[in-house]
């Protein structure tokens, strides 16, 4: 037996050390007006909640979470059979499971900058060797033609969000098909998380492409986040190995049963929609009064340029109650707002006035 003090910690894996830690900023919310997560700002349908008191029994908790009638439920939704659809704990365990069926240690994987951060931190913690292409400066334009030009025979996976989070900006589904047609030998995601805004989907050419994972969310528009429930949509053959690379229980059984009232609920989510398109409209005109420069956008957020403001902004909005989120350190000077009601976006207004 050794003695135990002679025992040293063990090694992570290089990938792991590597990885600079990630928190995202998410404590003392609770009470704040929330512009800084892209959720719902008005929470979830009633109907979910009152589906859950309903299912809230001891027998119920007691049982390990069945997938079956929430997949179906799901994949009719969507318009996709039950076996091309894999539930998973939020994006962001899609975006894991699609790296731990398709990504080895030093594989080429393409993402986007500015994008979503779970791309780079999974694909890291995946040991991948990450290649980034730049939103256009001018416009924050999706950069077509240079991702085209860096796909390599080699690469893995490509991963990117339409629109994207936090340029707002999409790319065409005509971009897309072109990026499956250069990318024969990658998995490429599409990130949904924003569609019920854009309304843009490649859902539609799931069929067609082997090589097209869609993801979607209950975490923003549904008003879901703490549930942590999404769903990974490709051809069938992939989400049999998509399953084998995910843990049995990943979701648990009070997101299942949760989604099933949500995606009920259509008139609640269409009704939440046109708030925020109506409110986004009067967030540009709030802004170009205060000859605030910023980028139209296709989702719930708008990301616009303080200069060098921004996190003064930021820091003296949270003071007031307000939270943004300051993005500067990805586009210098920008800072990013969810649009919620147009109540709350005229509450965002009024104070920015102020300070600006
Ligand atoms: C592009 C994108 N995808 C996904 C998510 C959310 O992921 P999840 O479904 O894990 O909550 C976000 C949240 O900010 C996002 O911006």
Request: aromatic share 8%; with cysteine; charged share 25%.
């Amino acid at each position: 037996m050794s003695d135990p003090t002679t025992i040293a910690a063990p090694r992570p894996r290089a990938a792991v050390v590597r990885m600079a830690p990630y928190s995202p900023p998410t404590a003392g919310r609770a009470g704040k007006l929330r512009l800084d997560f892209n959720e719902n700002t008005v929470g979830c349908s009633p109907q979910v909640v009152e589906y859950l008191k309903e299912h809230l029994a001891a027998s119920e908790l007691a049982i390990y979470p069945e997938y079956m009638e929430t997949r179906n439920t799901l994949a009719s939704f969507l318009g996709v059979a039950p076996d091309e659809l894999l539930l998973t704990n939020g994006t962001d365990e899609a975006i894991q499971v699609l790296m731990n069926t398709y990504v080895d240690d030093g594989d080429d994987v393409l993402l986007l900058r500015p994008s979503y951060a779970m791309y780079r931190f999974y694909t890291e913690l995946a040991g991948g060797s990450i290649r980034e292409i730049d939103y256009r400066s001018e416009d924050l334009a999706f950069p077509l033609d240079e991702l085209l030009r860096a796909i390599r025979p080699a690469t893995r996976a490509v991963l990117l969000a339409n629109p994207n989070n936090p340029t707002g900006t999409g790319v065409s589904l005509r971009g897309i098909e072109q990026i499956l047609d250069h990318a024969g030998h990658a998995a490429v995601l599409v990130d949904e998380a924003y569609f019920d805004f854009s309304r843009v989907t490649a859902l539609g050419l799931v069929h067609e492409r082997p090589n097209l994972f869609v993801s979607r969310t209950f975490s923003k528009v549904y008003g879901m986040a703490a549930m942590r429930c999404g769903c990974l949509l490709s051809q069938s053959e992939n989400v049999d190995f998509l399953h084998k690379a995910q843990s049995p229980y990943s979701v648990n059984a009070l997101a299942a049963i949760a989604v099933r009232a949500a995606v009920r609920d259509t008139a609640y989510v269409e009704n939440y929609v046109k708030e925020v398109l109506a409110a986004r409209e009067l967030l540009y005109g709030g802004l170009r009064k205060l000859g605030i420069r910023y980028y139209p956008s296709e989702a719930n957020f708008v990301l616009f340029f303080a200069g060098a403001r921004a996190v003064f902004l930021r820091d003296e909005l949270r003071s007031r109650g307000v939270l943004v989120r300051d993005r500067s350190d990805e586009i210098a000077g920008s800072v990013r707002v969810t649009v919620g009601t147009c109540a709350q976006v005229r509450r965002f207004l009024d104070e920015l006035k102020e300070l600006w």
